[in-house]
Nanobody, 122 residues
Framework: QVQLVESGGGLVQTGGSLRLSCAASGRTFSNYAMGWFRQAPGKEREFVAGISWSGGTTYYADSMKGRFTISRDNAKNTVYLQMNSLKPEDTAVYYC???????????????WGQGTQVTVSS
């Protein structure tokens, strides 16, 4: 089992940037594909970005391409989400997730963090 703790959320103005971090503990971090998701008030959770075990492959939701970058540091057991050119519609709780399977991209994720709030003011 792996435990995930997100950090780095906050309040930012339109056009600003934030970097989210997700620290993992419990098992070998490099055995997990990682992903970021978000959920806005009144909306379903949506996929943001994913990254393979070594970090060599990434993929993004279309609306995040070019603005968001996912990365990982396996030595630090941490996955990041760099968010640039933020818009009010990016306001949401952002969650990181881990998948223990051997298929990438994962169909489902097994472990979830508690989330970190990102608010973009207009």
């Amino acid at each position: 089992q792996v435990q995930l703790v997100e950090s780095g959320g906050g309040l930012v103005q339109t056009g600003g940037s934030l970097r989210l971090s997700c620290a993992a503990s419990g098992r070998t971090f490099s055995n997990y594909a990682m992903g970021w998701f978000r959920q806005a008030p009144g909306k379903e959770r949506e996929f943001v970005a994913g990254i393979s075990w070594s970090g060599g492959t990434t993929y993004y939701a279309d609306s995040m391409k070019g603005r968001f970058t996912i990365s990982r540091d396996n030595a630090k057991n941490t996955v990041y989400l760099q968010m640039n050119s933020l818009k009010p519609e990016d306001t949401a709780v952002y969650y990181c997730a881990a998948d223990r399977g051997n298929v990438f991209p994962p169909r489902t994720y097994d472990y979830w963090g508690q989330g970190t709030q990102v608010t973009v003011s207009s």
